[in-house]
């Protein structure tokens, strides 16, 4: 049996007669027929109850009327299915997404890309930049969304926008309080960085912030996981982390001079998936309309 004949039978059945069905169909009307004869043989049932003024459906022909329309309807669906995938209407992104520091873009990127593309499955993981890297490297994740300290001549990437830099306090610090921070206020300050290999990137990204700014940075790590902030939240350390990072218990007050840090969009394969081609798509147009800083955000694809 093939999709043809049920095809076939369908319009036979809804148009009740052998001509009509021929000429919905464009097909000859001796060849419909031969091709009925032998769908009943195959399935050992007459099908039509043939007269004068057209056909019938038998009881048979009526049981498999409804189960050939189900059968068709599935087939198209599933026809329509590489052209989808190819469209990137449908597909998977494995989207690894940096935890320290934050991009606040990231947020509505991909409250965008899900109402545009509600169909294809986006799983996110988060963790260090360094650990996102290596995992795009060997084909964990699709692409990854970090600081551009991350960026790696092995990536190609589109850039997001800037965060800027603020420093984060605890309640007990003498520098609790609202407003601008002077750089200046920051001399021999512990900054709590990472301390880990995988947040390598974010800890450079510090030190030589604070170093441009003519500070001696003094740089102490952090706890492992949810705990890299708690020296700060016991008032024993500050740290320095993009505007978007938030945590209700402690207070991010703006650096002054004001300083910010870049972030891409990074992809390894020369020609990504439909469904990533999709979601890079989107960044590039985000980023050429909106603005960072109130200036227009500049789109860089290496």
Same mark, same amino acid.
Do not use: M
């Given at each position: 049996m093939e999709l043809r004949h049920l095809r076939y039978f369908v319009a036979i059945?809804?148009?009740?007669?052998?001509?009509?069905?021929?000429?919905?169909?464009?097909?000859?009307?001796?060849?419909?027929?031969?091709?009925?004869?032998?769908?009943?043989?195959?399935? !050992?049932? @007459? *099908?039509?109850?043939?007269?004068?003024?057209? $056909?019938?459906?038998? &009881?048979?022909? %009526?049981?498999?009327?409804?189960?050939?329309?189900?059968?068709?309807?599935?087939?198209?669906?599933?026809?329509?299915?590489?052209?989808?995938?190819?469209?990137?209407?449908?597909?998977?992104?494995?989207?690894?997404?940096?935890s320290a520091p934050r991009f606040g873009g990231a947020v509505p990127l991909l409250h965008s890309f899900a109402r545009a593309r509600p169909?294809?499955?986006?799983?996110?993981?988060?963790?260090?930049?360094?650990a996102?890297?290596?995992?795009?490297?060997?084909?964990?994740?699709?692409?990854?969304?970090?600081?551009?300290?991350?960026?790696?001549?092995?990536?190609?990437?589109?850039?997001?926008?800037?965060?800027?830099?603020?420093?984060?306090?605890?309640? !007990?610090? @003498? *520098?609790?309080?609202?407003?601008?921070?002077? $750089?200046?206020?920051? &001399?021999?300050? %512990?900054?709590?960085?990472?301390?880990?290999r995988d947040g390598l990137g974010y800890d450079r990204a510090v030190s030589e912030m604070l170093t441009g700014l003519g500070l001696t940075p003094v740089l102490r790590p952090g706890g492992p996981g949810p705990a890299l902030m708690a020296d700060v939240a016991a008032g024993e350390a500050v740290a320095l982390v993009s505007a978007c990072t938030t945590d209700p218990s402690l207070s991010a007050r703006p650096l002054e001079p004001a300083c910010s840090l870049g972030f891409r969009l990074l992809w390894q394969v020369e020609t990504p998936s439909p469904a990533l081609a999709e979601l890079i798509h989107l960044a590039e147009e985000r980023t050429t309309t909106a603005p960072v800083d109130g200036r227009p955000a500049l789109r860089a694809v290496a």
């Open positions: 059945a809804e148009e009740r007669s052998f001509t009509r069905a021929a000429e919905r169909l464009w097909v000859a009307q001796p060849g419909l027929s031969t091709q009925i004869r032998r769908l009943e043989s195959e399935l !050992g049932v @007459r *099908l039509f109850e043939r007269h004068t003024r057209g $056909v019938d459906l038998t &009881e048979a022909g %009526e049981l498999l009327l409804d189960r050939a329309r189900v059968a068709l309807t599935a087939a198209d669906v599933a026809s329509r299915v590489g052209g989808d995938l190819k469209s990137g209407v449908l597909g998977i992104i494995r989207l690894g997404v940096c169909a294809v499955e986006t799983n996110v993981q988060e963790c260090y930049g360094g996102l890297a290596r995992d795009l490297r060997e084909g964990r994740l699709d692409a990854v969304i970090a600081p551009t300290v991350c960026s790696g001549s092995d990536f190609r990437g589109v850039d997001l926008g800037c965060e800027p830099w603020t420093v984060l306090v605890g309640p !007990g610090h @003498r *520098l609790a309080g609202e407003g601008p921070v002077a $750089v200046e206020e920051l &001399e021999g300050e %512990e900054i709590v960085v990472t301390g880990h």
